[in-house]
Antibody, heavy 120, light 107 residues
């Protein structure tokens, strides 16, 4: 059973950079059919797609965040990461990592999510 | 960006009721729609993909229909475990976008 687990700081300050890691277990991380992504959800609000990363490192980002977002993969550690810079209180959210299996498919496996408050 | 508009925002229903949630896209997205269920404090769970395909392990009381820009999620007989918030999502083109959610409450 594939499992995804987010990890990162419990609190970040405004203007700082958020770094989150998603560790994948129970499956073949480097499979050419597996793609990875990040989604966030502000408290009490809906879901917002952040971005995806595909084979050979190609990435797609939400234009609303594109100038501040970087998603990368470390195959040797079965991990992929999210960096989000220039944080404000509006970035306070639960951040989820997720898997996409094959092209033209939605996220089918999700991590449990990690709450990241942005506050001084 | 493709806007996804769900209706209603909140729905009150009883166990055993047939429930229908609608999702409208701002442009045609073929059948590239997924439906998710989310319970408080939990990650979303994939129910339906490609508009009408049931994800493995999801009860058959859930079904999806539609194509183009109009989509529907139907729960044929609402069960106690189904009280949750439901989201539609388009993956036809980037940026992927979600509907605002429909909360299904106990009547």
């Amino acid at each position: 059973q594939l499992q995804l687990q987010e990890s990162g700081p419990g609190l970040v300050k405004p203007s700082e950079t958020l770094s989150l890691t998603c560790t994948v277990s129970g499956g073949s991380f480097s499979s050419s059919s597996y793609y990875w992504g990040w989604i966030r959800q502000p408290p009490g609000k809906g879901l917002e797609w952040i971005g995806n990363i595909y084979n050979r490192g190609s990435t797609y980002y939400n234009p609303s965040l594109k100038s501040r977002v970087t998603i990368s993969v470390d195959t040797s550690k079965n991990q992929f990461s999210l960096n989000l810079s220039s944080l404000t209180a509006a970035d306070t959210a639960v951040y989820y990592c997720a898997r996409q299996y094959g092209s033209m498919t939605p996220f089918d496996y999700w991590g449990q999510g990690t709450l990241v408050p942005v506050s001084s | 960006d493709i806007q996804m508009t769900q209706s209603p925002s909140t729905l009150s229903a009883s166990v055993g009721d047939r429930v229908t949630i609608s999702c409208r896209a701002s442009e045609s997205i073929s059948s590239w729609v997924a439906w998710f269920q989310q319970k408080p404090g939990k990650a979303p769970k994939l129910l339906i993909y490609k508009a009408s395909s049931l994800e493995t392990g999801v009860p058959s009381r859930f079904s999806g229909s539609g194509s183009g820009a109009e989509f529907t999620l139907t729960i044929s007989s609402l069960q106690p475990d189904d009280f949750a918030t439901y989201y539609c999502q388009q993956y036809n083109s980037f940026p992927w976008t979600f509907g605002q959610g429909t909360k299904v409450e106990i009547k």
